[in-house]
């Protein structure tokens, strides 16, 4: 009963990954080594290949997927635009911790330091190479035999914007410009802050997810719309959680679990909608998928 | 008559570039300019637009335009890709003079040195901002009334190459690992990788702006060939004069030189198709864009 499973879905959300979201994300992963051969020159290549897989996984890929098949979509014409935004996000971590000349040095921490396998030269570039191979894979998914080449732009503009400039760039600015989440003024102000790279840096990628999944599995704009919002809410979460570990406060802390227990209320009501056009309509795996989203956004450890 | 254009432009490839070529250039800053406008947050559009601007001019976005009217089409659908040639150029530009931990401080050079307006950190976002934009712009300008996503999607995966692992990246790699083009071996040798670069750098840039432009205008596979095989000799034209200046030995510039003329003898063979469909078609003014290629291509100082 899809009432059960929703359930099952709500309390999961405070578990680990269960298998069969990370065999979403292993899926995208084959996909994504097989369109990205190891080939010469082999100087170019073995950096992006390491690369592409060395950042942190996120549930963006997995989210793209699982919202495709939500919509009635095959599982396979998700995969290059899942494999893009995987590619995005590894380019845009390389990129994060590249070693600049007006960076601090990495304060140490509890976790692994970036272990950087080449130079920053070689990690510069290979940034600057996986960005167009996620384009070119994206532009080559166009199946003619479909007649879905407006799907195709839509999505690459979909995944443009929310990479570029209005997007992840911004809040990478503004975390440079306000000097992290730990420089701003008084409490409410800085759980704003840190709410607002939160979204920037988690909700819109996921959001992008969310949106391309249901545009390229044929959704209609309602429901484009509605998983755009829920992956939304699901990055907010990741991004909140995230940012936890740089709080110092108690008090601060429980604001910022107050504003999760918000968001996650908002992300589950998406999906109702779906939960009744789906009553009755045999089972649903898909709507297992998607409601994991909310739990691998507790597990994954991006930024 | 043609042949008097052709020799008008035979003549003009050894001179500085006349006000025409100028002019497809400012219409391709005129567009750009429109279609990126200085908005909110002001953090992030103002090195965008500032850094987009600094890098210095190269022939591609001009022969991009000029490519699209020789094959018939209408110079404003070649737009969209001529901005975005010149957003990837920018982009280059800006992370090739980042200044990484790993990277020696440039020589003094005779040329005035890059002025870094902005710190690496705002340098480094700004490229990653610009390249996202730029696929944006191409997907944008997909025009439905004129069913023509595929030649958009064409010109998509055409820039994403040449700009990429396969093309701008690869040759930068080059560069990286051999140290510049001065650390070779023997003199053949070394000529023949000023002119991997040359070919690298130059070559697939300016062979990706002349099939864009033939794409985009709408001409047969024969045409975009041709002016992606003029585009790549005009392009290793310009990439070998620009390491002329590091060449020590008279010896090696005399090889050099020869070089240039035999490829722009090549150039030059490419167009001769186009001279016999035009002949007795009235004026040739698009004959005279294109040729101007060989002249701006001399007079550029991209790298």
């Not at 007006?102 to 070689?122: F, L, Q, S, T």
Request: charged share 25%; aromatic share 4%; with cysteine.
């Amino acid at each position: 009963r899809p009432s059960s499973r929703l359930a099952q879905m709500k309390h999961q959300a405070h578990q680990s990954p269960s298998s069969s979201w990370a065999s979403l994300q292993a899926d995208v992963e084959a996909h994504l080594k097989h369109a990205m051969p190891m080939k010469e020159p082999l100087v170019v290549f073995e950096p992006m290949h390491h690369l592409s897989f060395a950042a942190p996984a996120t549930a963006v890929p997995a989210l793209c997927v699982a919202a495709c098949e939500l919509v009635g979509g095959q599982r396979h014409r998700a995969m290059p635009a899942a494999s893009a935004l995987l590619l995005m996000l590894a380019a845009s971590y390389t990129h994060e911790h590249l070693p600049l000349t007006d960076r601090p040095k990495p304060k140490p921490r509890p976790e692994p330091m970036i272990r950087h396998v080449y130079g920053p030269n070689i990690e510069l570039l290979t940034g600057d190479g996986i960005v167009p191979l996620a384009f070119e894979l994206l532009a080559r998914s166009d199946d003619p035999a479909r007649d879905d080449s407006d799907r195709v732009l839509r999505v690459i503009i979909e995944i443009a914007r929310a990479v570029g400039s209005v997007g992840l760039v911004e809040g990478q600015y503004r975390k440079i410009t306000t000097g992290g989440s730990g420089s701003d003024g008084g409490e409410v102000c800085h759980v704003e802050s840190i709410r607002r790279v939160a979204e920037k840096i988690g909700g819109e990628m996921h959001a992008c997810g969310g949106a391309c999944g249901a545009i390229l599995g044929g959704g209609s704009e309602d429901e484009i719309e509605r998983l755009r919002k829920y992956g939304f809410y699901v990055g907010i979460i990741q991004g909140l959680l995230l940012q936890r570990g740089e709080i110092e406060k108690e008090e601060e802390e429980k604001l910022i679990m107050e504003e999760v227990e918000k968001v996650r209320d908002l992300a589950l009501m998406e999906l109702e909608a779906f939960e009744v056009q789906s009553m009755g309509q045999g089972p649903q795996s898909k709507r297992l998928h998607i409601g994991l989203a909310l739990e691998g956004s507790q597990s994954c450890n991006y930024g």
